[in-house]
């Protein structure tokens, strides 16, 4: 068996479980390859938007159960709400066991200060009459993301590698662009503001790690991305960060190891 990444932090968000669009089993084999100090779980885990009780496959739960394992074997776990699941910043600052809850979270790490936060409270389409429209913009993207899942089957079937075609819509609107742009300029300068050296951000889906300047100060601003498109990853190692991108050919041993238990469950059955 192969042994996991001891990392001292790890910032996941943006995952959407319980709709279409979430890459739950890569996101599963990733979470059972690390072992991580801390878990920072950076908004938008869990989709309640977009809710459904007719669509929580078995792979979402056991995202959440992977989760829970962590927990329970020590790893701080952290939560942070993000707009998606809003309706759990009623109980911000519940703690149980290695499990927290919470809005934002600021943390020194090897002597530097860290703000994290989900990033929603710069996005006005998250409130309102524009929060409704956001929903049913939604579903529309739900369904672009399923249409993009069937283009891809094919295109894997002819052995042609896996296209997103929802992220080149999206990445080639100039005002998506521009409301980047503005974010990340905003989430830095209130954090130089602040005299944050670390600003780490989700809501974009858009992974990023750079060094943003002004005439107060700089900071480095990183972006977790998301587990619908870029599967992406922060983790803090060793004094830096670095961005993880996930990539099917570093999980052939556990696709193999996953589909031999499935085989022995079916010959116990039939014996």
């Given at each position: 068996?192969?042994?996991?990444?001891?990392?001292?932090?790890?910032?996941?968000?943006?995952?959407?479980?319980?709709?279409?669009?979430?890459?739950?089993?890569?996101?599963?084999?990733?979470?059972?390859?690390?072992?991580?100090?801390?878990?920072?779980?950076?908004?938008?885990?869990?989709?309640?938007?977009?809710?459904?009780?007719?669509?929580?496959p078995v792979a979402h739960m056991n995202v959440l159960r992977q989760i829970i394992k962590l927990s329970?074997?020590?790893?701080?776990?952290?939560?942070?709400?993000?707009?998606?699941?809003?309706?759990?910043?009623?109980?911000?600052?519940?703690?149980?066991?290695?499990?927290?809850?919470?809005?934002?979270?600021?943390?020194?790490?090897?002597?530097?200060?860290?703000?994290?936060?989900?990033?929603?409270?710069?996005?006005?389409?998250?409130?309102?009459?524009?929060?409704?429209?956001?929903?049913?913009?939604?579903?529309?993207?739900?369904?672009?993301?399923?249409?993009?899942?069937?283009?891809?089957?094919?295109?894997?079937?002819?052995?042609?590698?896996?296209?997103?075609?929802?992220?080149?819509?999206?990445?080639?609107?100039?005002?998506?662009?521009?409301?980047?742009?503005?974010?990340?300029?905003?989430?830095?300068?209130?954090?130089?503001?602040?005299?944050?050296?670390?600003?780490?951000?989700?809501?974009?889906?858009?992974?990023?790690?750079k060094t943003i300047e002004n005439e107060h100060g700089q900071v480095t601003y990183l972006n977790s991305g998301d587990w619908v498109e870029n599967l992406?990853?922060?983790?803090?190692?060793?004094?830096?960060?670095?961005?993880?991108?996930?990539?099917?050919?570093?999980?052939?041993?556990?696709?193999?190891?996953?589909?031999?238990?499935?085989?022995?469950?079916?010959?116990?059955?039939?014996?």
């Amino acid at each position: 068996m192969k042994s996991k990444r001891k990392i001292p932090l790890v910032v996941i968000s943006d995952v959407h479980l319980g709709t279409y669009g979430c890459q739950a089993k890569e996101l599963l084999q990733y979470l059972k390859s690390i072992q991580p100090q801390i878990l920072i779980l950076n908004g938008d885990i869990i989709d309640m938007w977009n809710f459904s009780k007719s669509y929580f496959p078995v792979a979402h739960m056991n995202v959440l159960r992977q989760i829970i394992k962590l927990s329970n074997l020590g790893t701080r776990v952290i939560y942070i709400t993000g707009n998606h699941d809003e309706a759990l910043r009623k109980y911000s600052d519940f703690v149980l066991g290695n499990f927290e809850l919470v809005d934002k979270l600021i943390l020194e790490i090897d002597g530097k200060k860290t703000w994290f936060f989900h990033g929603d409270v710069f996005d006005s389409s998250t409130r309102g009459y524009a929060k409704i429209l956001a929903k049913l913009g939604g579903k529309g993207y739900d369904l672009l993301i399923l249409i993009n899942s069937c283009i891809n089957w094919f295109r894997e079937l002819f052995g042609k590698e896996k296209r997103s075609y929802s992220k080149t819509i999206k990445d080639s609107v100039k005002k998506a662009v521009a409301f980047i742009s503005n974010f990340e300029t905003t989430a830095a300068e209130i954090a130089i503001e602040k005299g944050y050296s670390y600003v780490v951000c989700g809501h974009i889906h858009k992974p990023q790690m750079k060094t943003i300047e002004n005439e107060h100060g700089q900071v480095t601003y990183l972006n977790s991305g998301d587990w619908v498109e870029n599967l992406t990853a922060l983790e803090y190692k060793k004094g830096k960060w670095s961005i993880y991108k996930y990539l099917k050919e570093h999980y052939k041993d556990a696709d193999t190891s996953e589909e031999k238990t499935k085989n022995d469950i079916v010959v116990k059955i039939l014996s």
